[in-house]
């Protein structure tokens, strides 16, 4: 079933736009007039820029800025915020080959086609779009940020199970078999007869047997 994989109608001023967002304030909200005064992106074309970043995480519906576009303003990793805003946004492309950010034009052509089953010029511009969100993400680092992440993942509950600390009150033995005395007192009635008292160690009798 062709997935909807995301485009815009001109992808040219990609790169500017976050080079101005690092440059600027955060805004409270992400508006059309943000855009145009603000970073200067006056385009027509220019307006799908704040699709695209709410399509990557980095604003809300309201264009409110969610937590991690802050991480736009560093230059260290802004590229790797790009880069899992990319893999969100084309997770579809990126079921279909994990490595599509390293494809070649022609190679990301056939592989958008076979994904989304659009027409030629469609094609062309989410491989234009996806290209250029490409060049300024990181995904070398974020590649190895996750996976650092991997080897510090918590212990999964079966294998915490296994390596949980006794209760209070509980020892563990290693290398010994414990054993385990019980000590029974029995009052035995003054005025008991002798039957009574045989009937009394018949039935301890039976019951530790």
Same mark, same amino acid.
Do not use: W
């Given at each position: 079933?062709?997935?909807?994989?995301?485009?815009?109608?001109?992808?040219?001023?990609?790169?500017?736009?976050?080079?101005?967002?690092?440059?600027?304030?955060?805004?409270?909200?992400?508006?059309?007039?943000?855009?145009?005064?603000?970073?200067?992106? +006056?385009?027509?074309?220019?307006?799908?820029?704040?699709?695209?970043?709410?399509? /990557?995480?980095?604003?809300?519906?309201?264009?409110?800025?969610?937590?991690?576009?802050?991480?736009? +303003?560093?230059?260290?990793?802004?590229?790797?915020?790009?880069?899992?805003?990319?893999?969100?946004?084309?997770?579809?492309?990126?079921?279909?080959?994990?490595?599509? &950010?390293?494809?070649?034009?022609?190679?990301?052509?056939?592989?958008?086609?076979?994904?989304?089953?659009?027409?030629?010029?469609?094609?062309? +511009?989410?491989?234009?779009?996806?290209?250029? /969100?490409?060049?300024?993400?990181?995904?070398?680092?974020? #590649?190895?940020?996750?996976? #650092?992440?991997?080897?510090?993942?918590?212990?999964?509950?079966?294998?915490?199970? &296994?390596?949980?600390?006794?209760?209070?009150?509980?020892?563990?033995?290693?290398?010994?078999?414990?054993?385990?005395?019980?000590?029974?007192?029995?009052?035995?009635?003054?005025?008991?007869?002798?039957?009574?008292?045989?009937?009394?160690?018949?039935?301890?009798?039976?019951?530790?047997?």
């Amino acid at each position: 079933m062709p997935q909807e994989l995301p485009y815009l109608p001109s992808y040219k001023n990609v790169a500017l736009l976050f080079e101005k967002i690092r440059s600027a304030k955060v805004p409270e909200a992400f508006t059309q007039k943000y855009l145009n005064e603000t970073l200067g992106l +006056k385009s027509s074309g220019d307006r799908a820029l704040i699709t695209l970043l709410k399509t /990557l995480g980095f604003i809300d519906n309201a264009g409110k800025p969610h937590p991690r576009y802050n991480a736009l +303003k560093n230059e260290k990793i802004a590229g790797i915020e790009i880069a899992r805003g990319v893999k969100e946004a084309y997770a579809a492309l990126f079921s279909a080959n994990e490595k599509a &950010n390293e494809l070649n034009r022609e190679e990301l052509k056939g592989l958008v086609a076979q994904v989304a089953g659009t027409d030629t010029g469609t094609t062309g +511009k989410i491989v234009g779009t996806f290209r250029a /969100l490409v060049a300024v993400a990181d995904f070398t680092s974020d #590649d190895m940020l996750r996976e #650092d992440e991997v080897e510090h993942v918590p212990k999964s509950d079966a294998e915490s199970r &296994n390596q949980c600390p006794p209760p209070p009150g509980s020892m563990q033995f290693q290398g010994m078999r414990p054993e385990f005395h019980y000590n029974i007192q029995i009052h035995l009635p003054s005025n008991g007869s002798e039957e009574t008292y045989m009937n009394i160690f018949n039935a301890m009798r039976k019951v530790f047997k």
